[in-house]
């Protein structure tokens, strides 16, 4: 039998892998293996229970900001009811004051007229006391008389015509 390189080699390759085999090397390999596909196994779950997590908060925090969108729609819808509220209250005490205002400036001018009703009587009662006293101190004629008359009917009307104006 002739013995090459061949020969060797593959006597070499048996011995290599007869050392590997005694060194439990493919072993610790696979040991290796199963420790990183076990690593990598846990990272999945870990990555898939985060997922799910996040996902729950997700939902968590869509829920509070529908409530939050909610609660603001609300508080506007209230902030708008209080608001018209508040416009009429404020309208009907507008109105309020203003009638109460006319009716006092209609009561005021009432009073006007009465005074002034009032002081055109007394000066018509001033002006007759006085041509009353005039005629009798004087006692005069009937012409004299008639245009007296006619002086103090002048200055009554004078006067009432002062005291509208």
Partial sequence: ????????????????????????????????????????????????????????LLNESQDKLENAQKENEQIIKNAREESEKLIIEINN????????????TERKIVQMKEDAIKGIKDASVKIAMESVAKLIKTSINKSKLDTLFEENFNQAKGALKKTRA
Avoid at 37 to 53: G, S
């Fill in 1 to 56: 039998m002739i013995i090459d390189a061949t020969f060797w080699v593959a006597i070499a390759f048996i011995i290599f892998i007869a050392v590997l085999v005694y060194l439990k090397v493919p072993q610790k390999i696979n040991s290796l293996l199963n420790n990183i596909i076990e690593n990598i196994r846990n990272e999945l779950n870990e990555a898939e229970k985060l997922k799910k997590e996040s996902k729950n």
């Fill in 93 to 104: 005490k507008f109105f309020q004051t203003s009638e109460n205002k006319k009716k006092i």
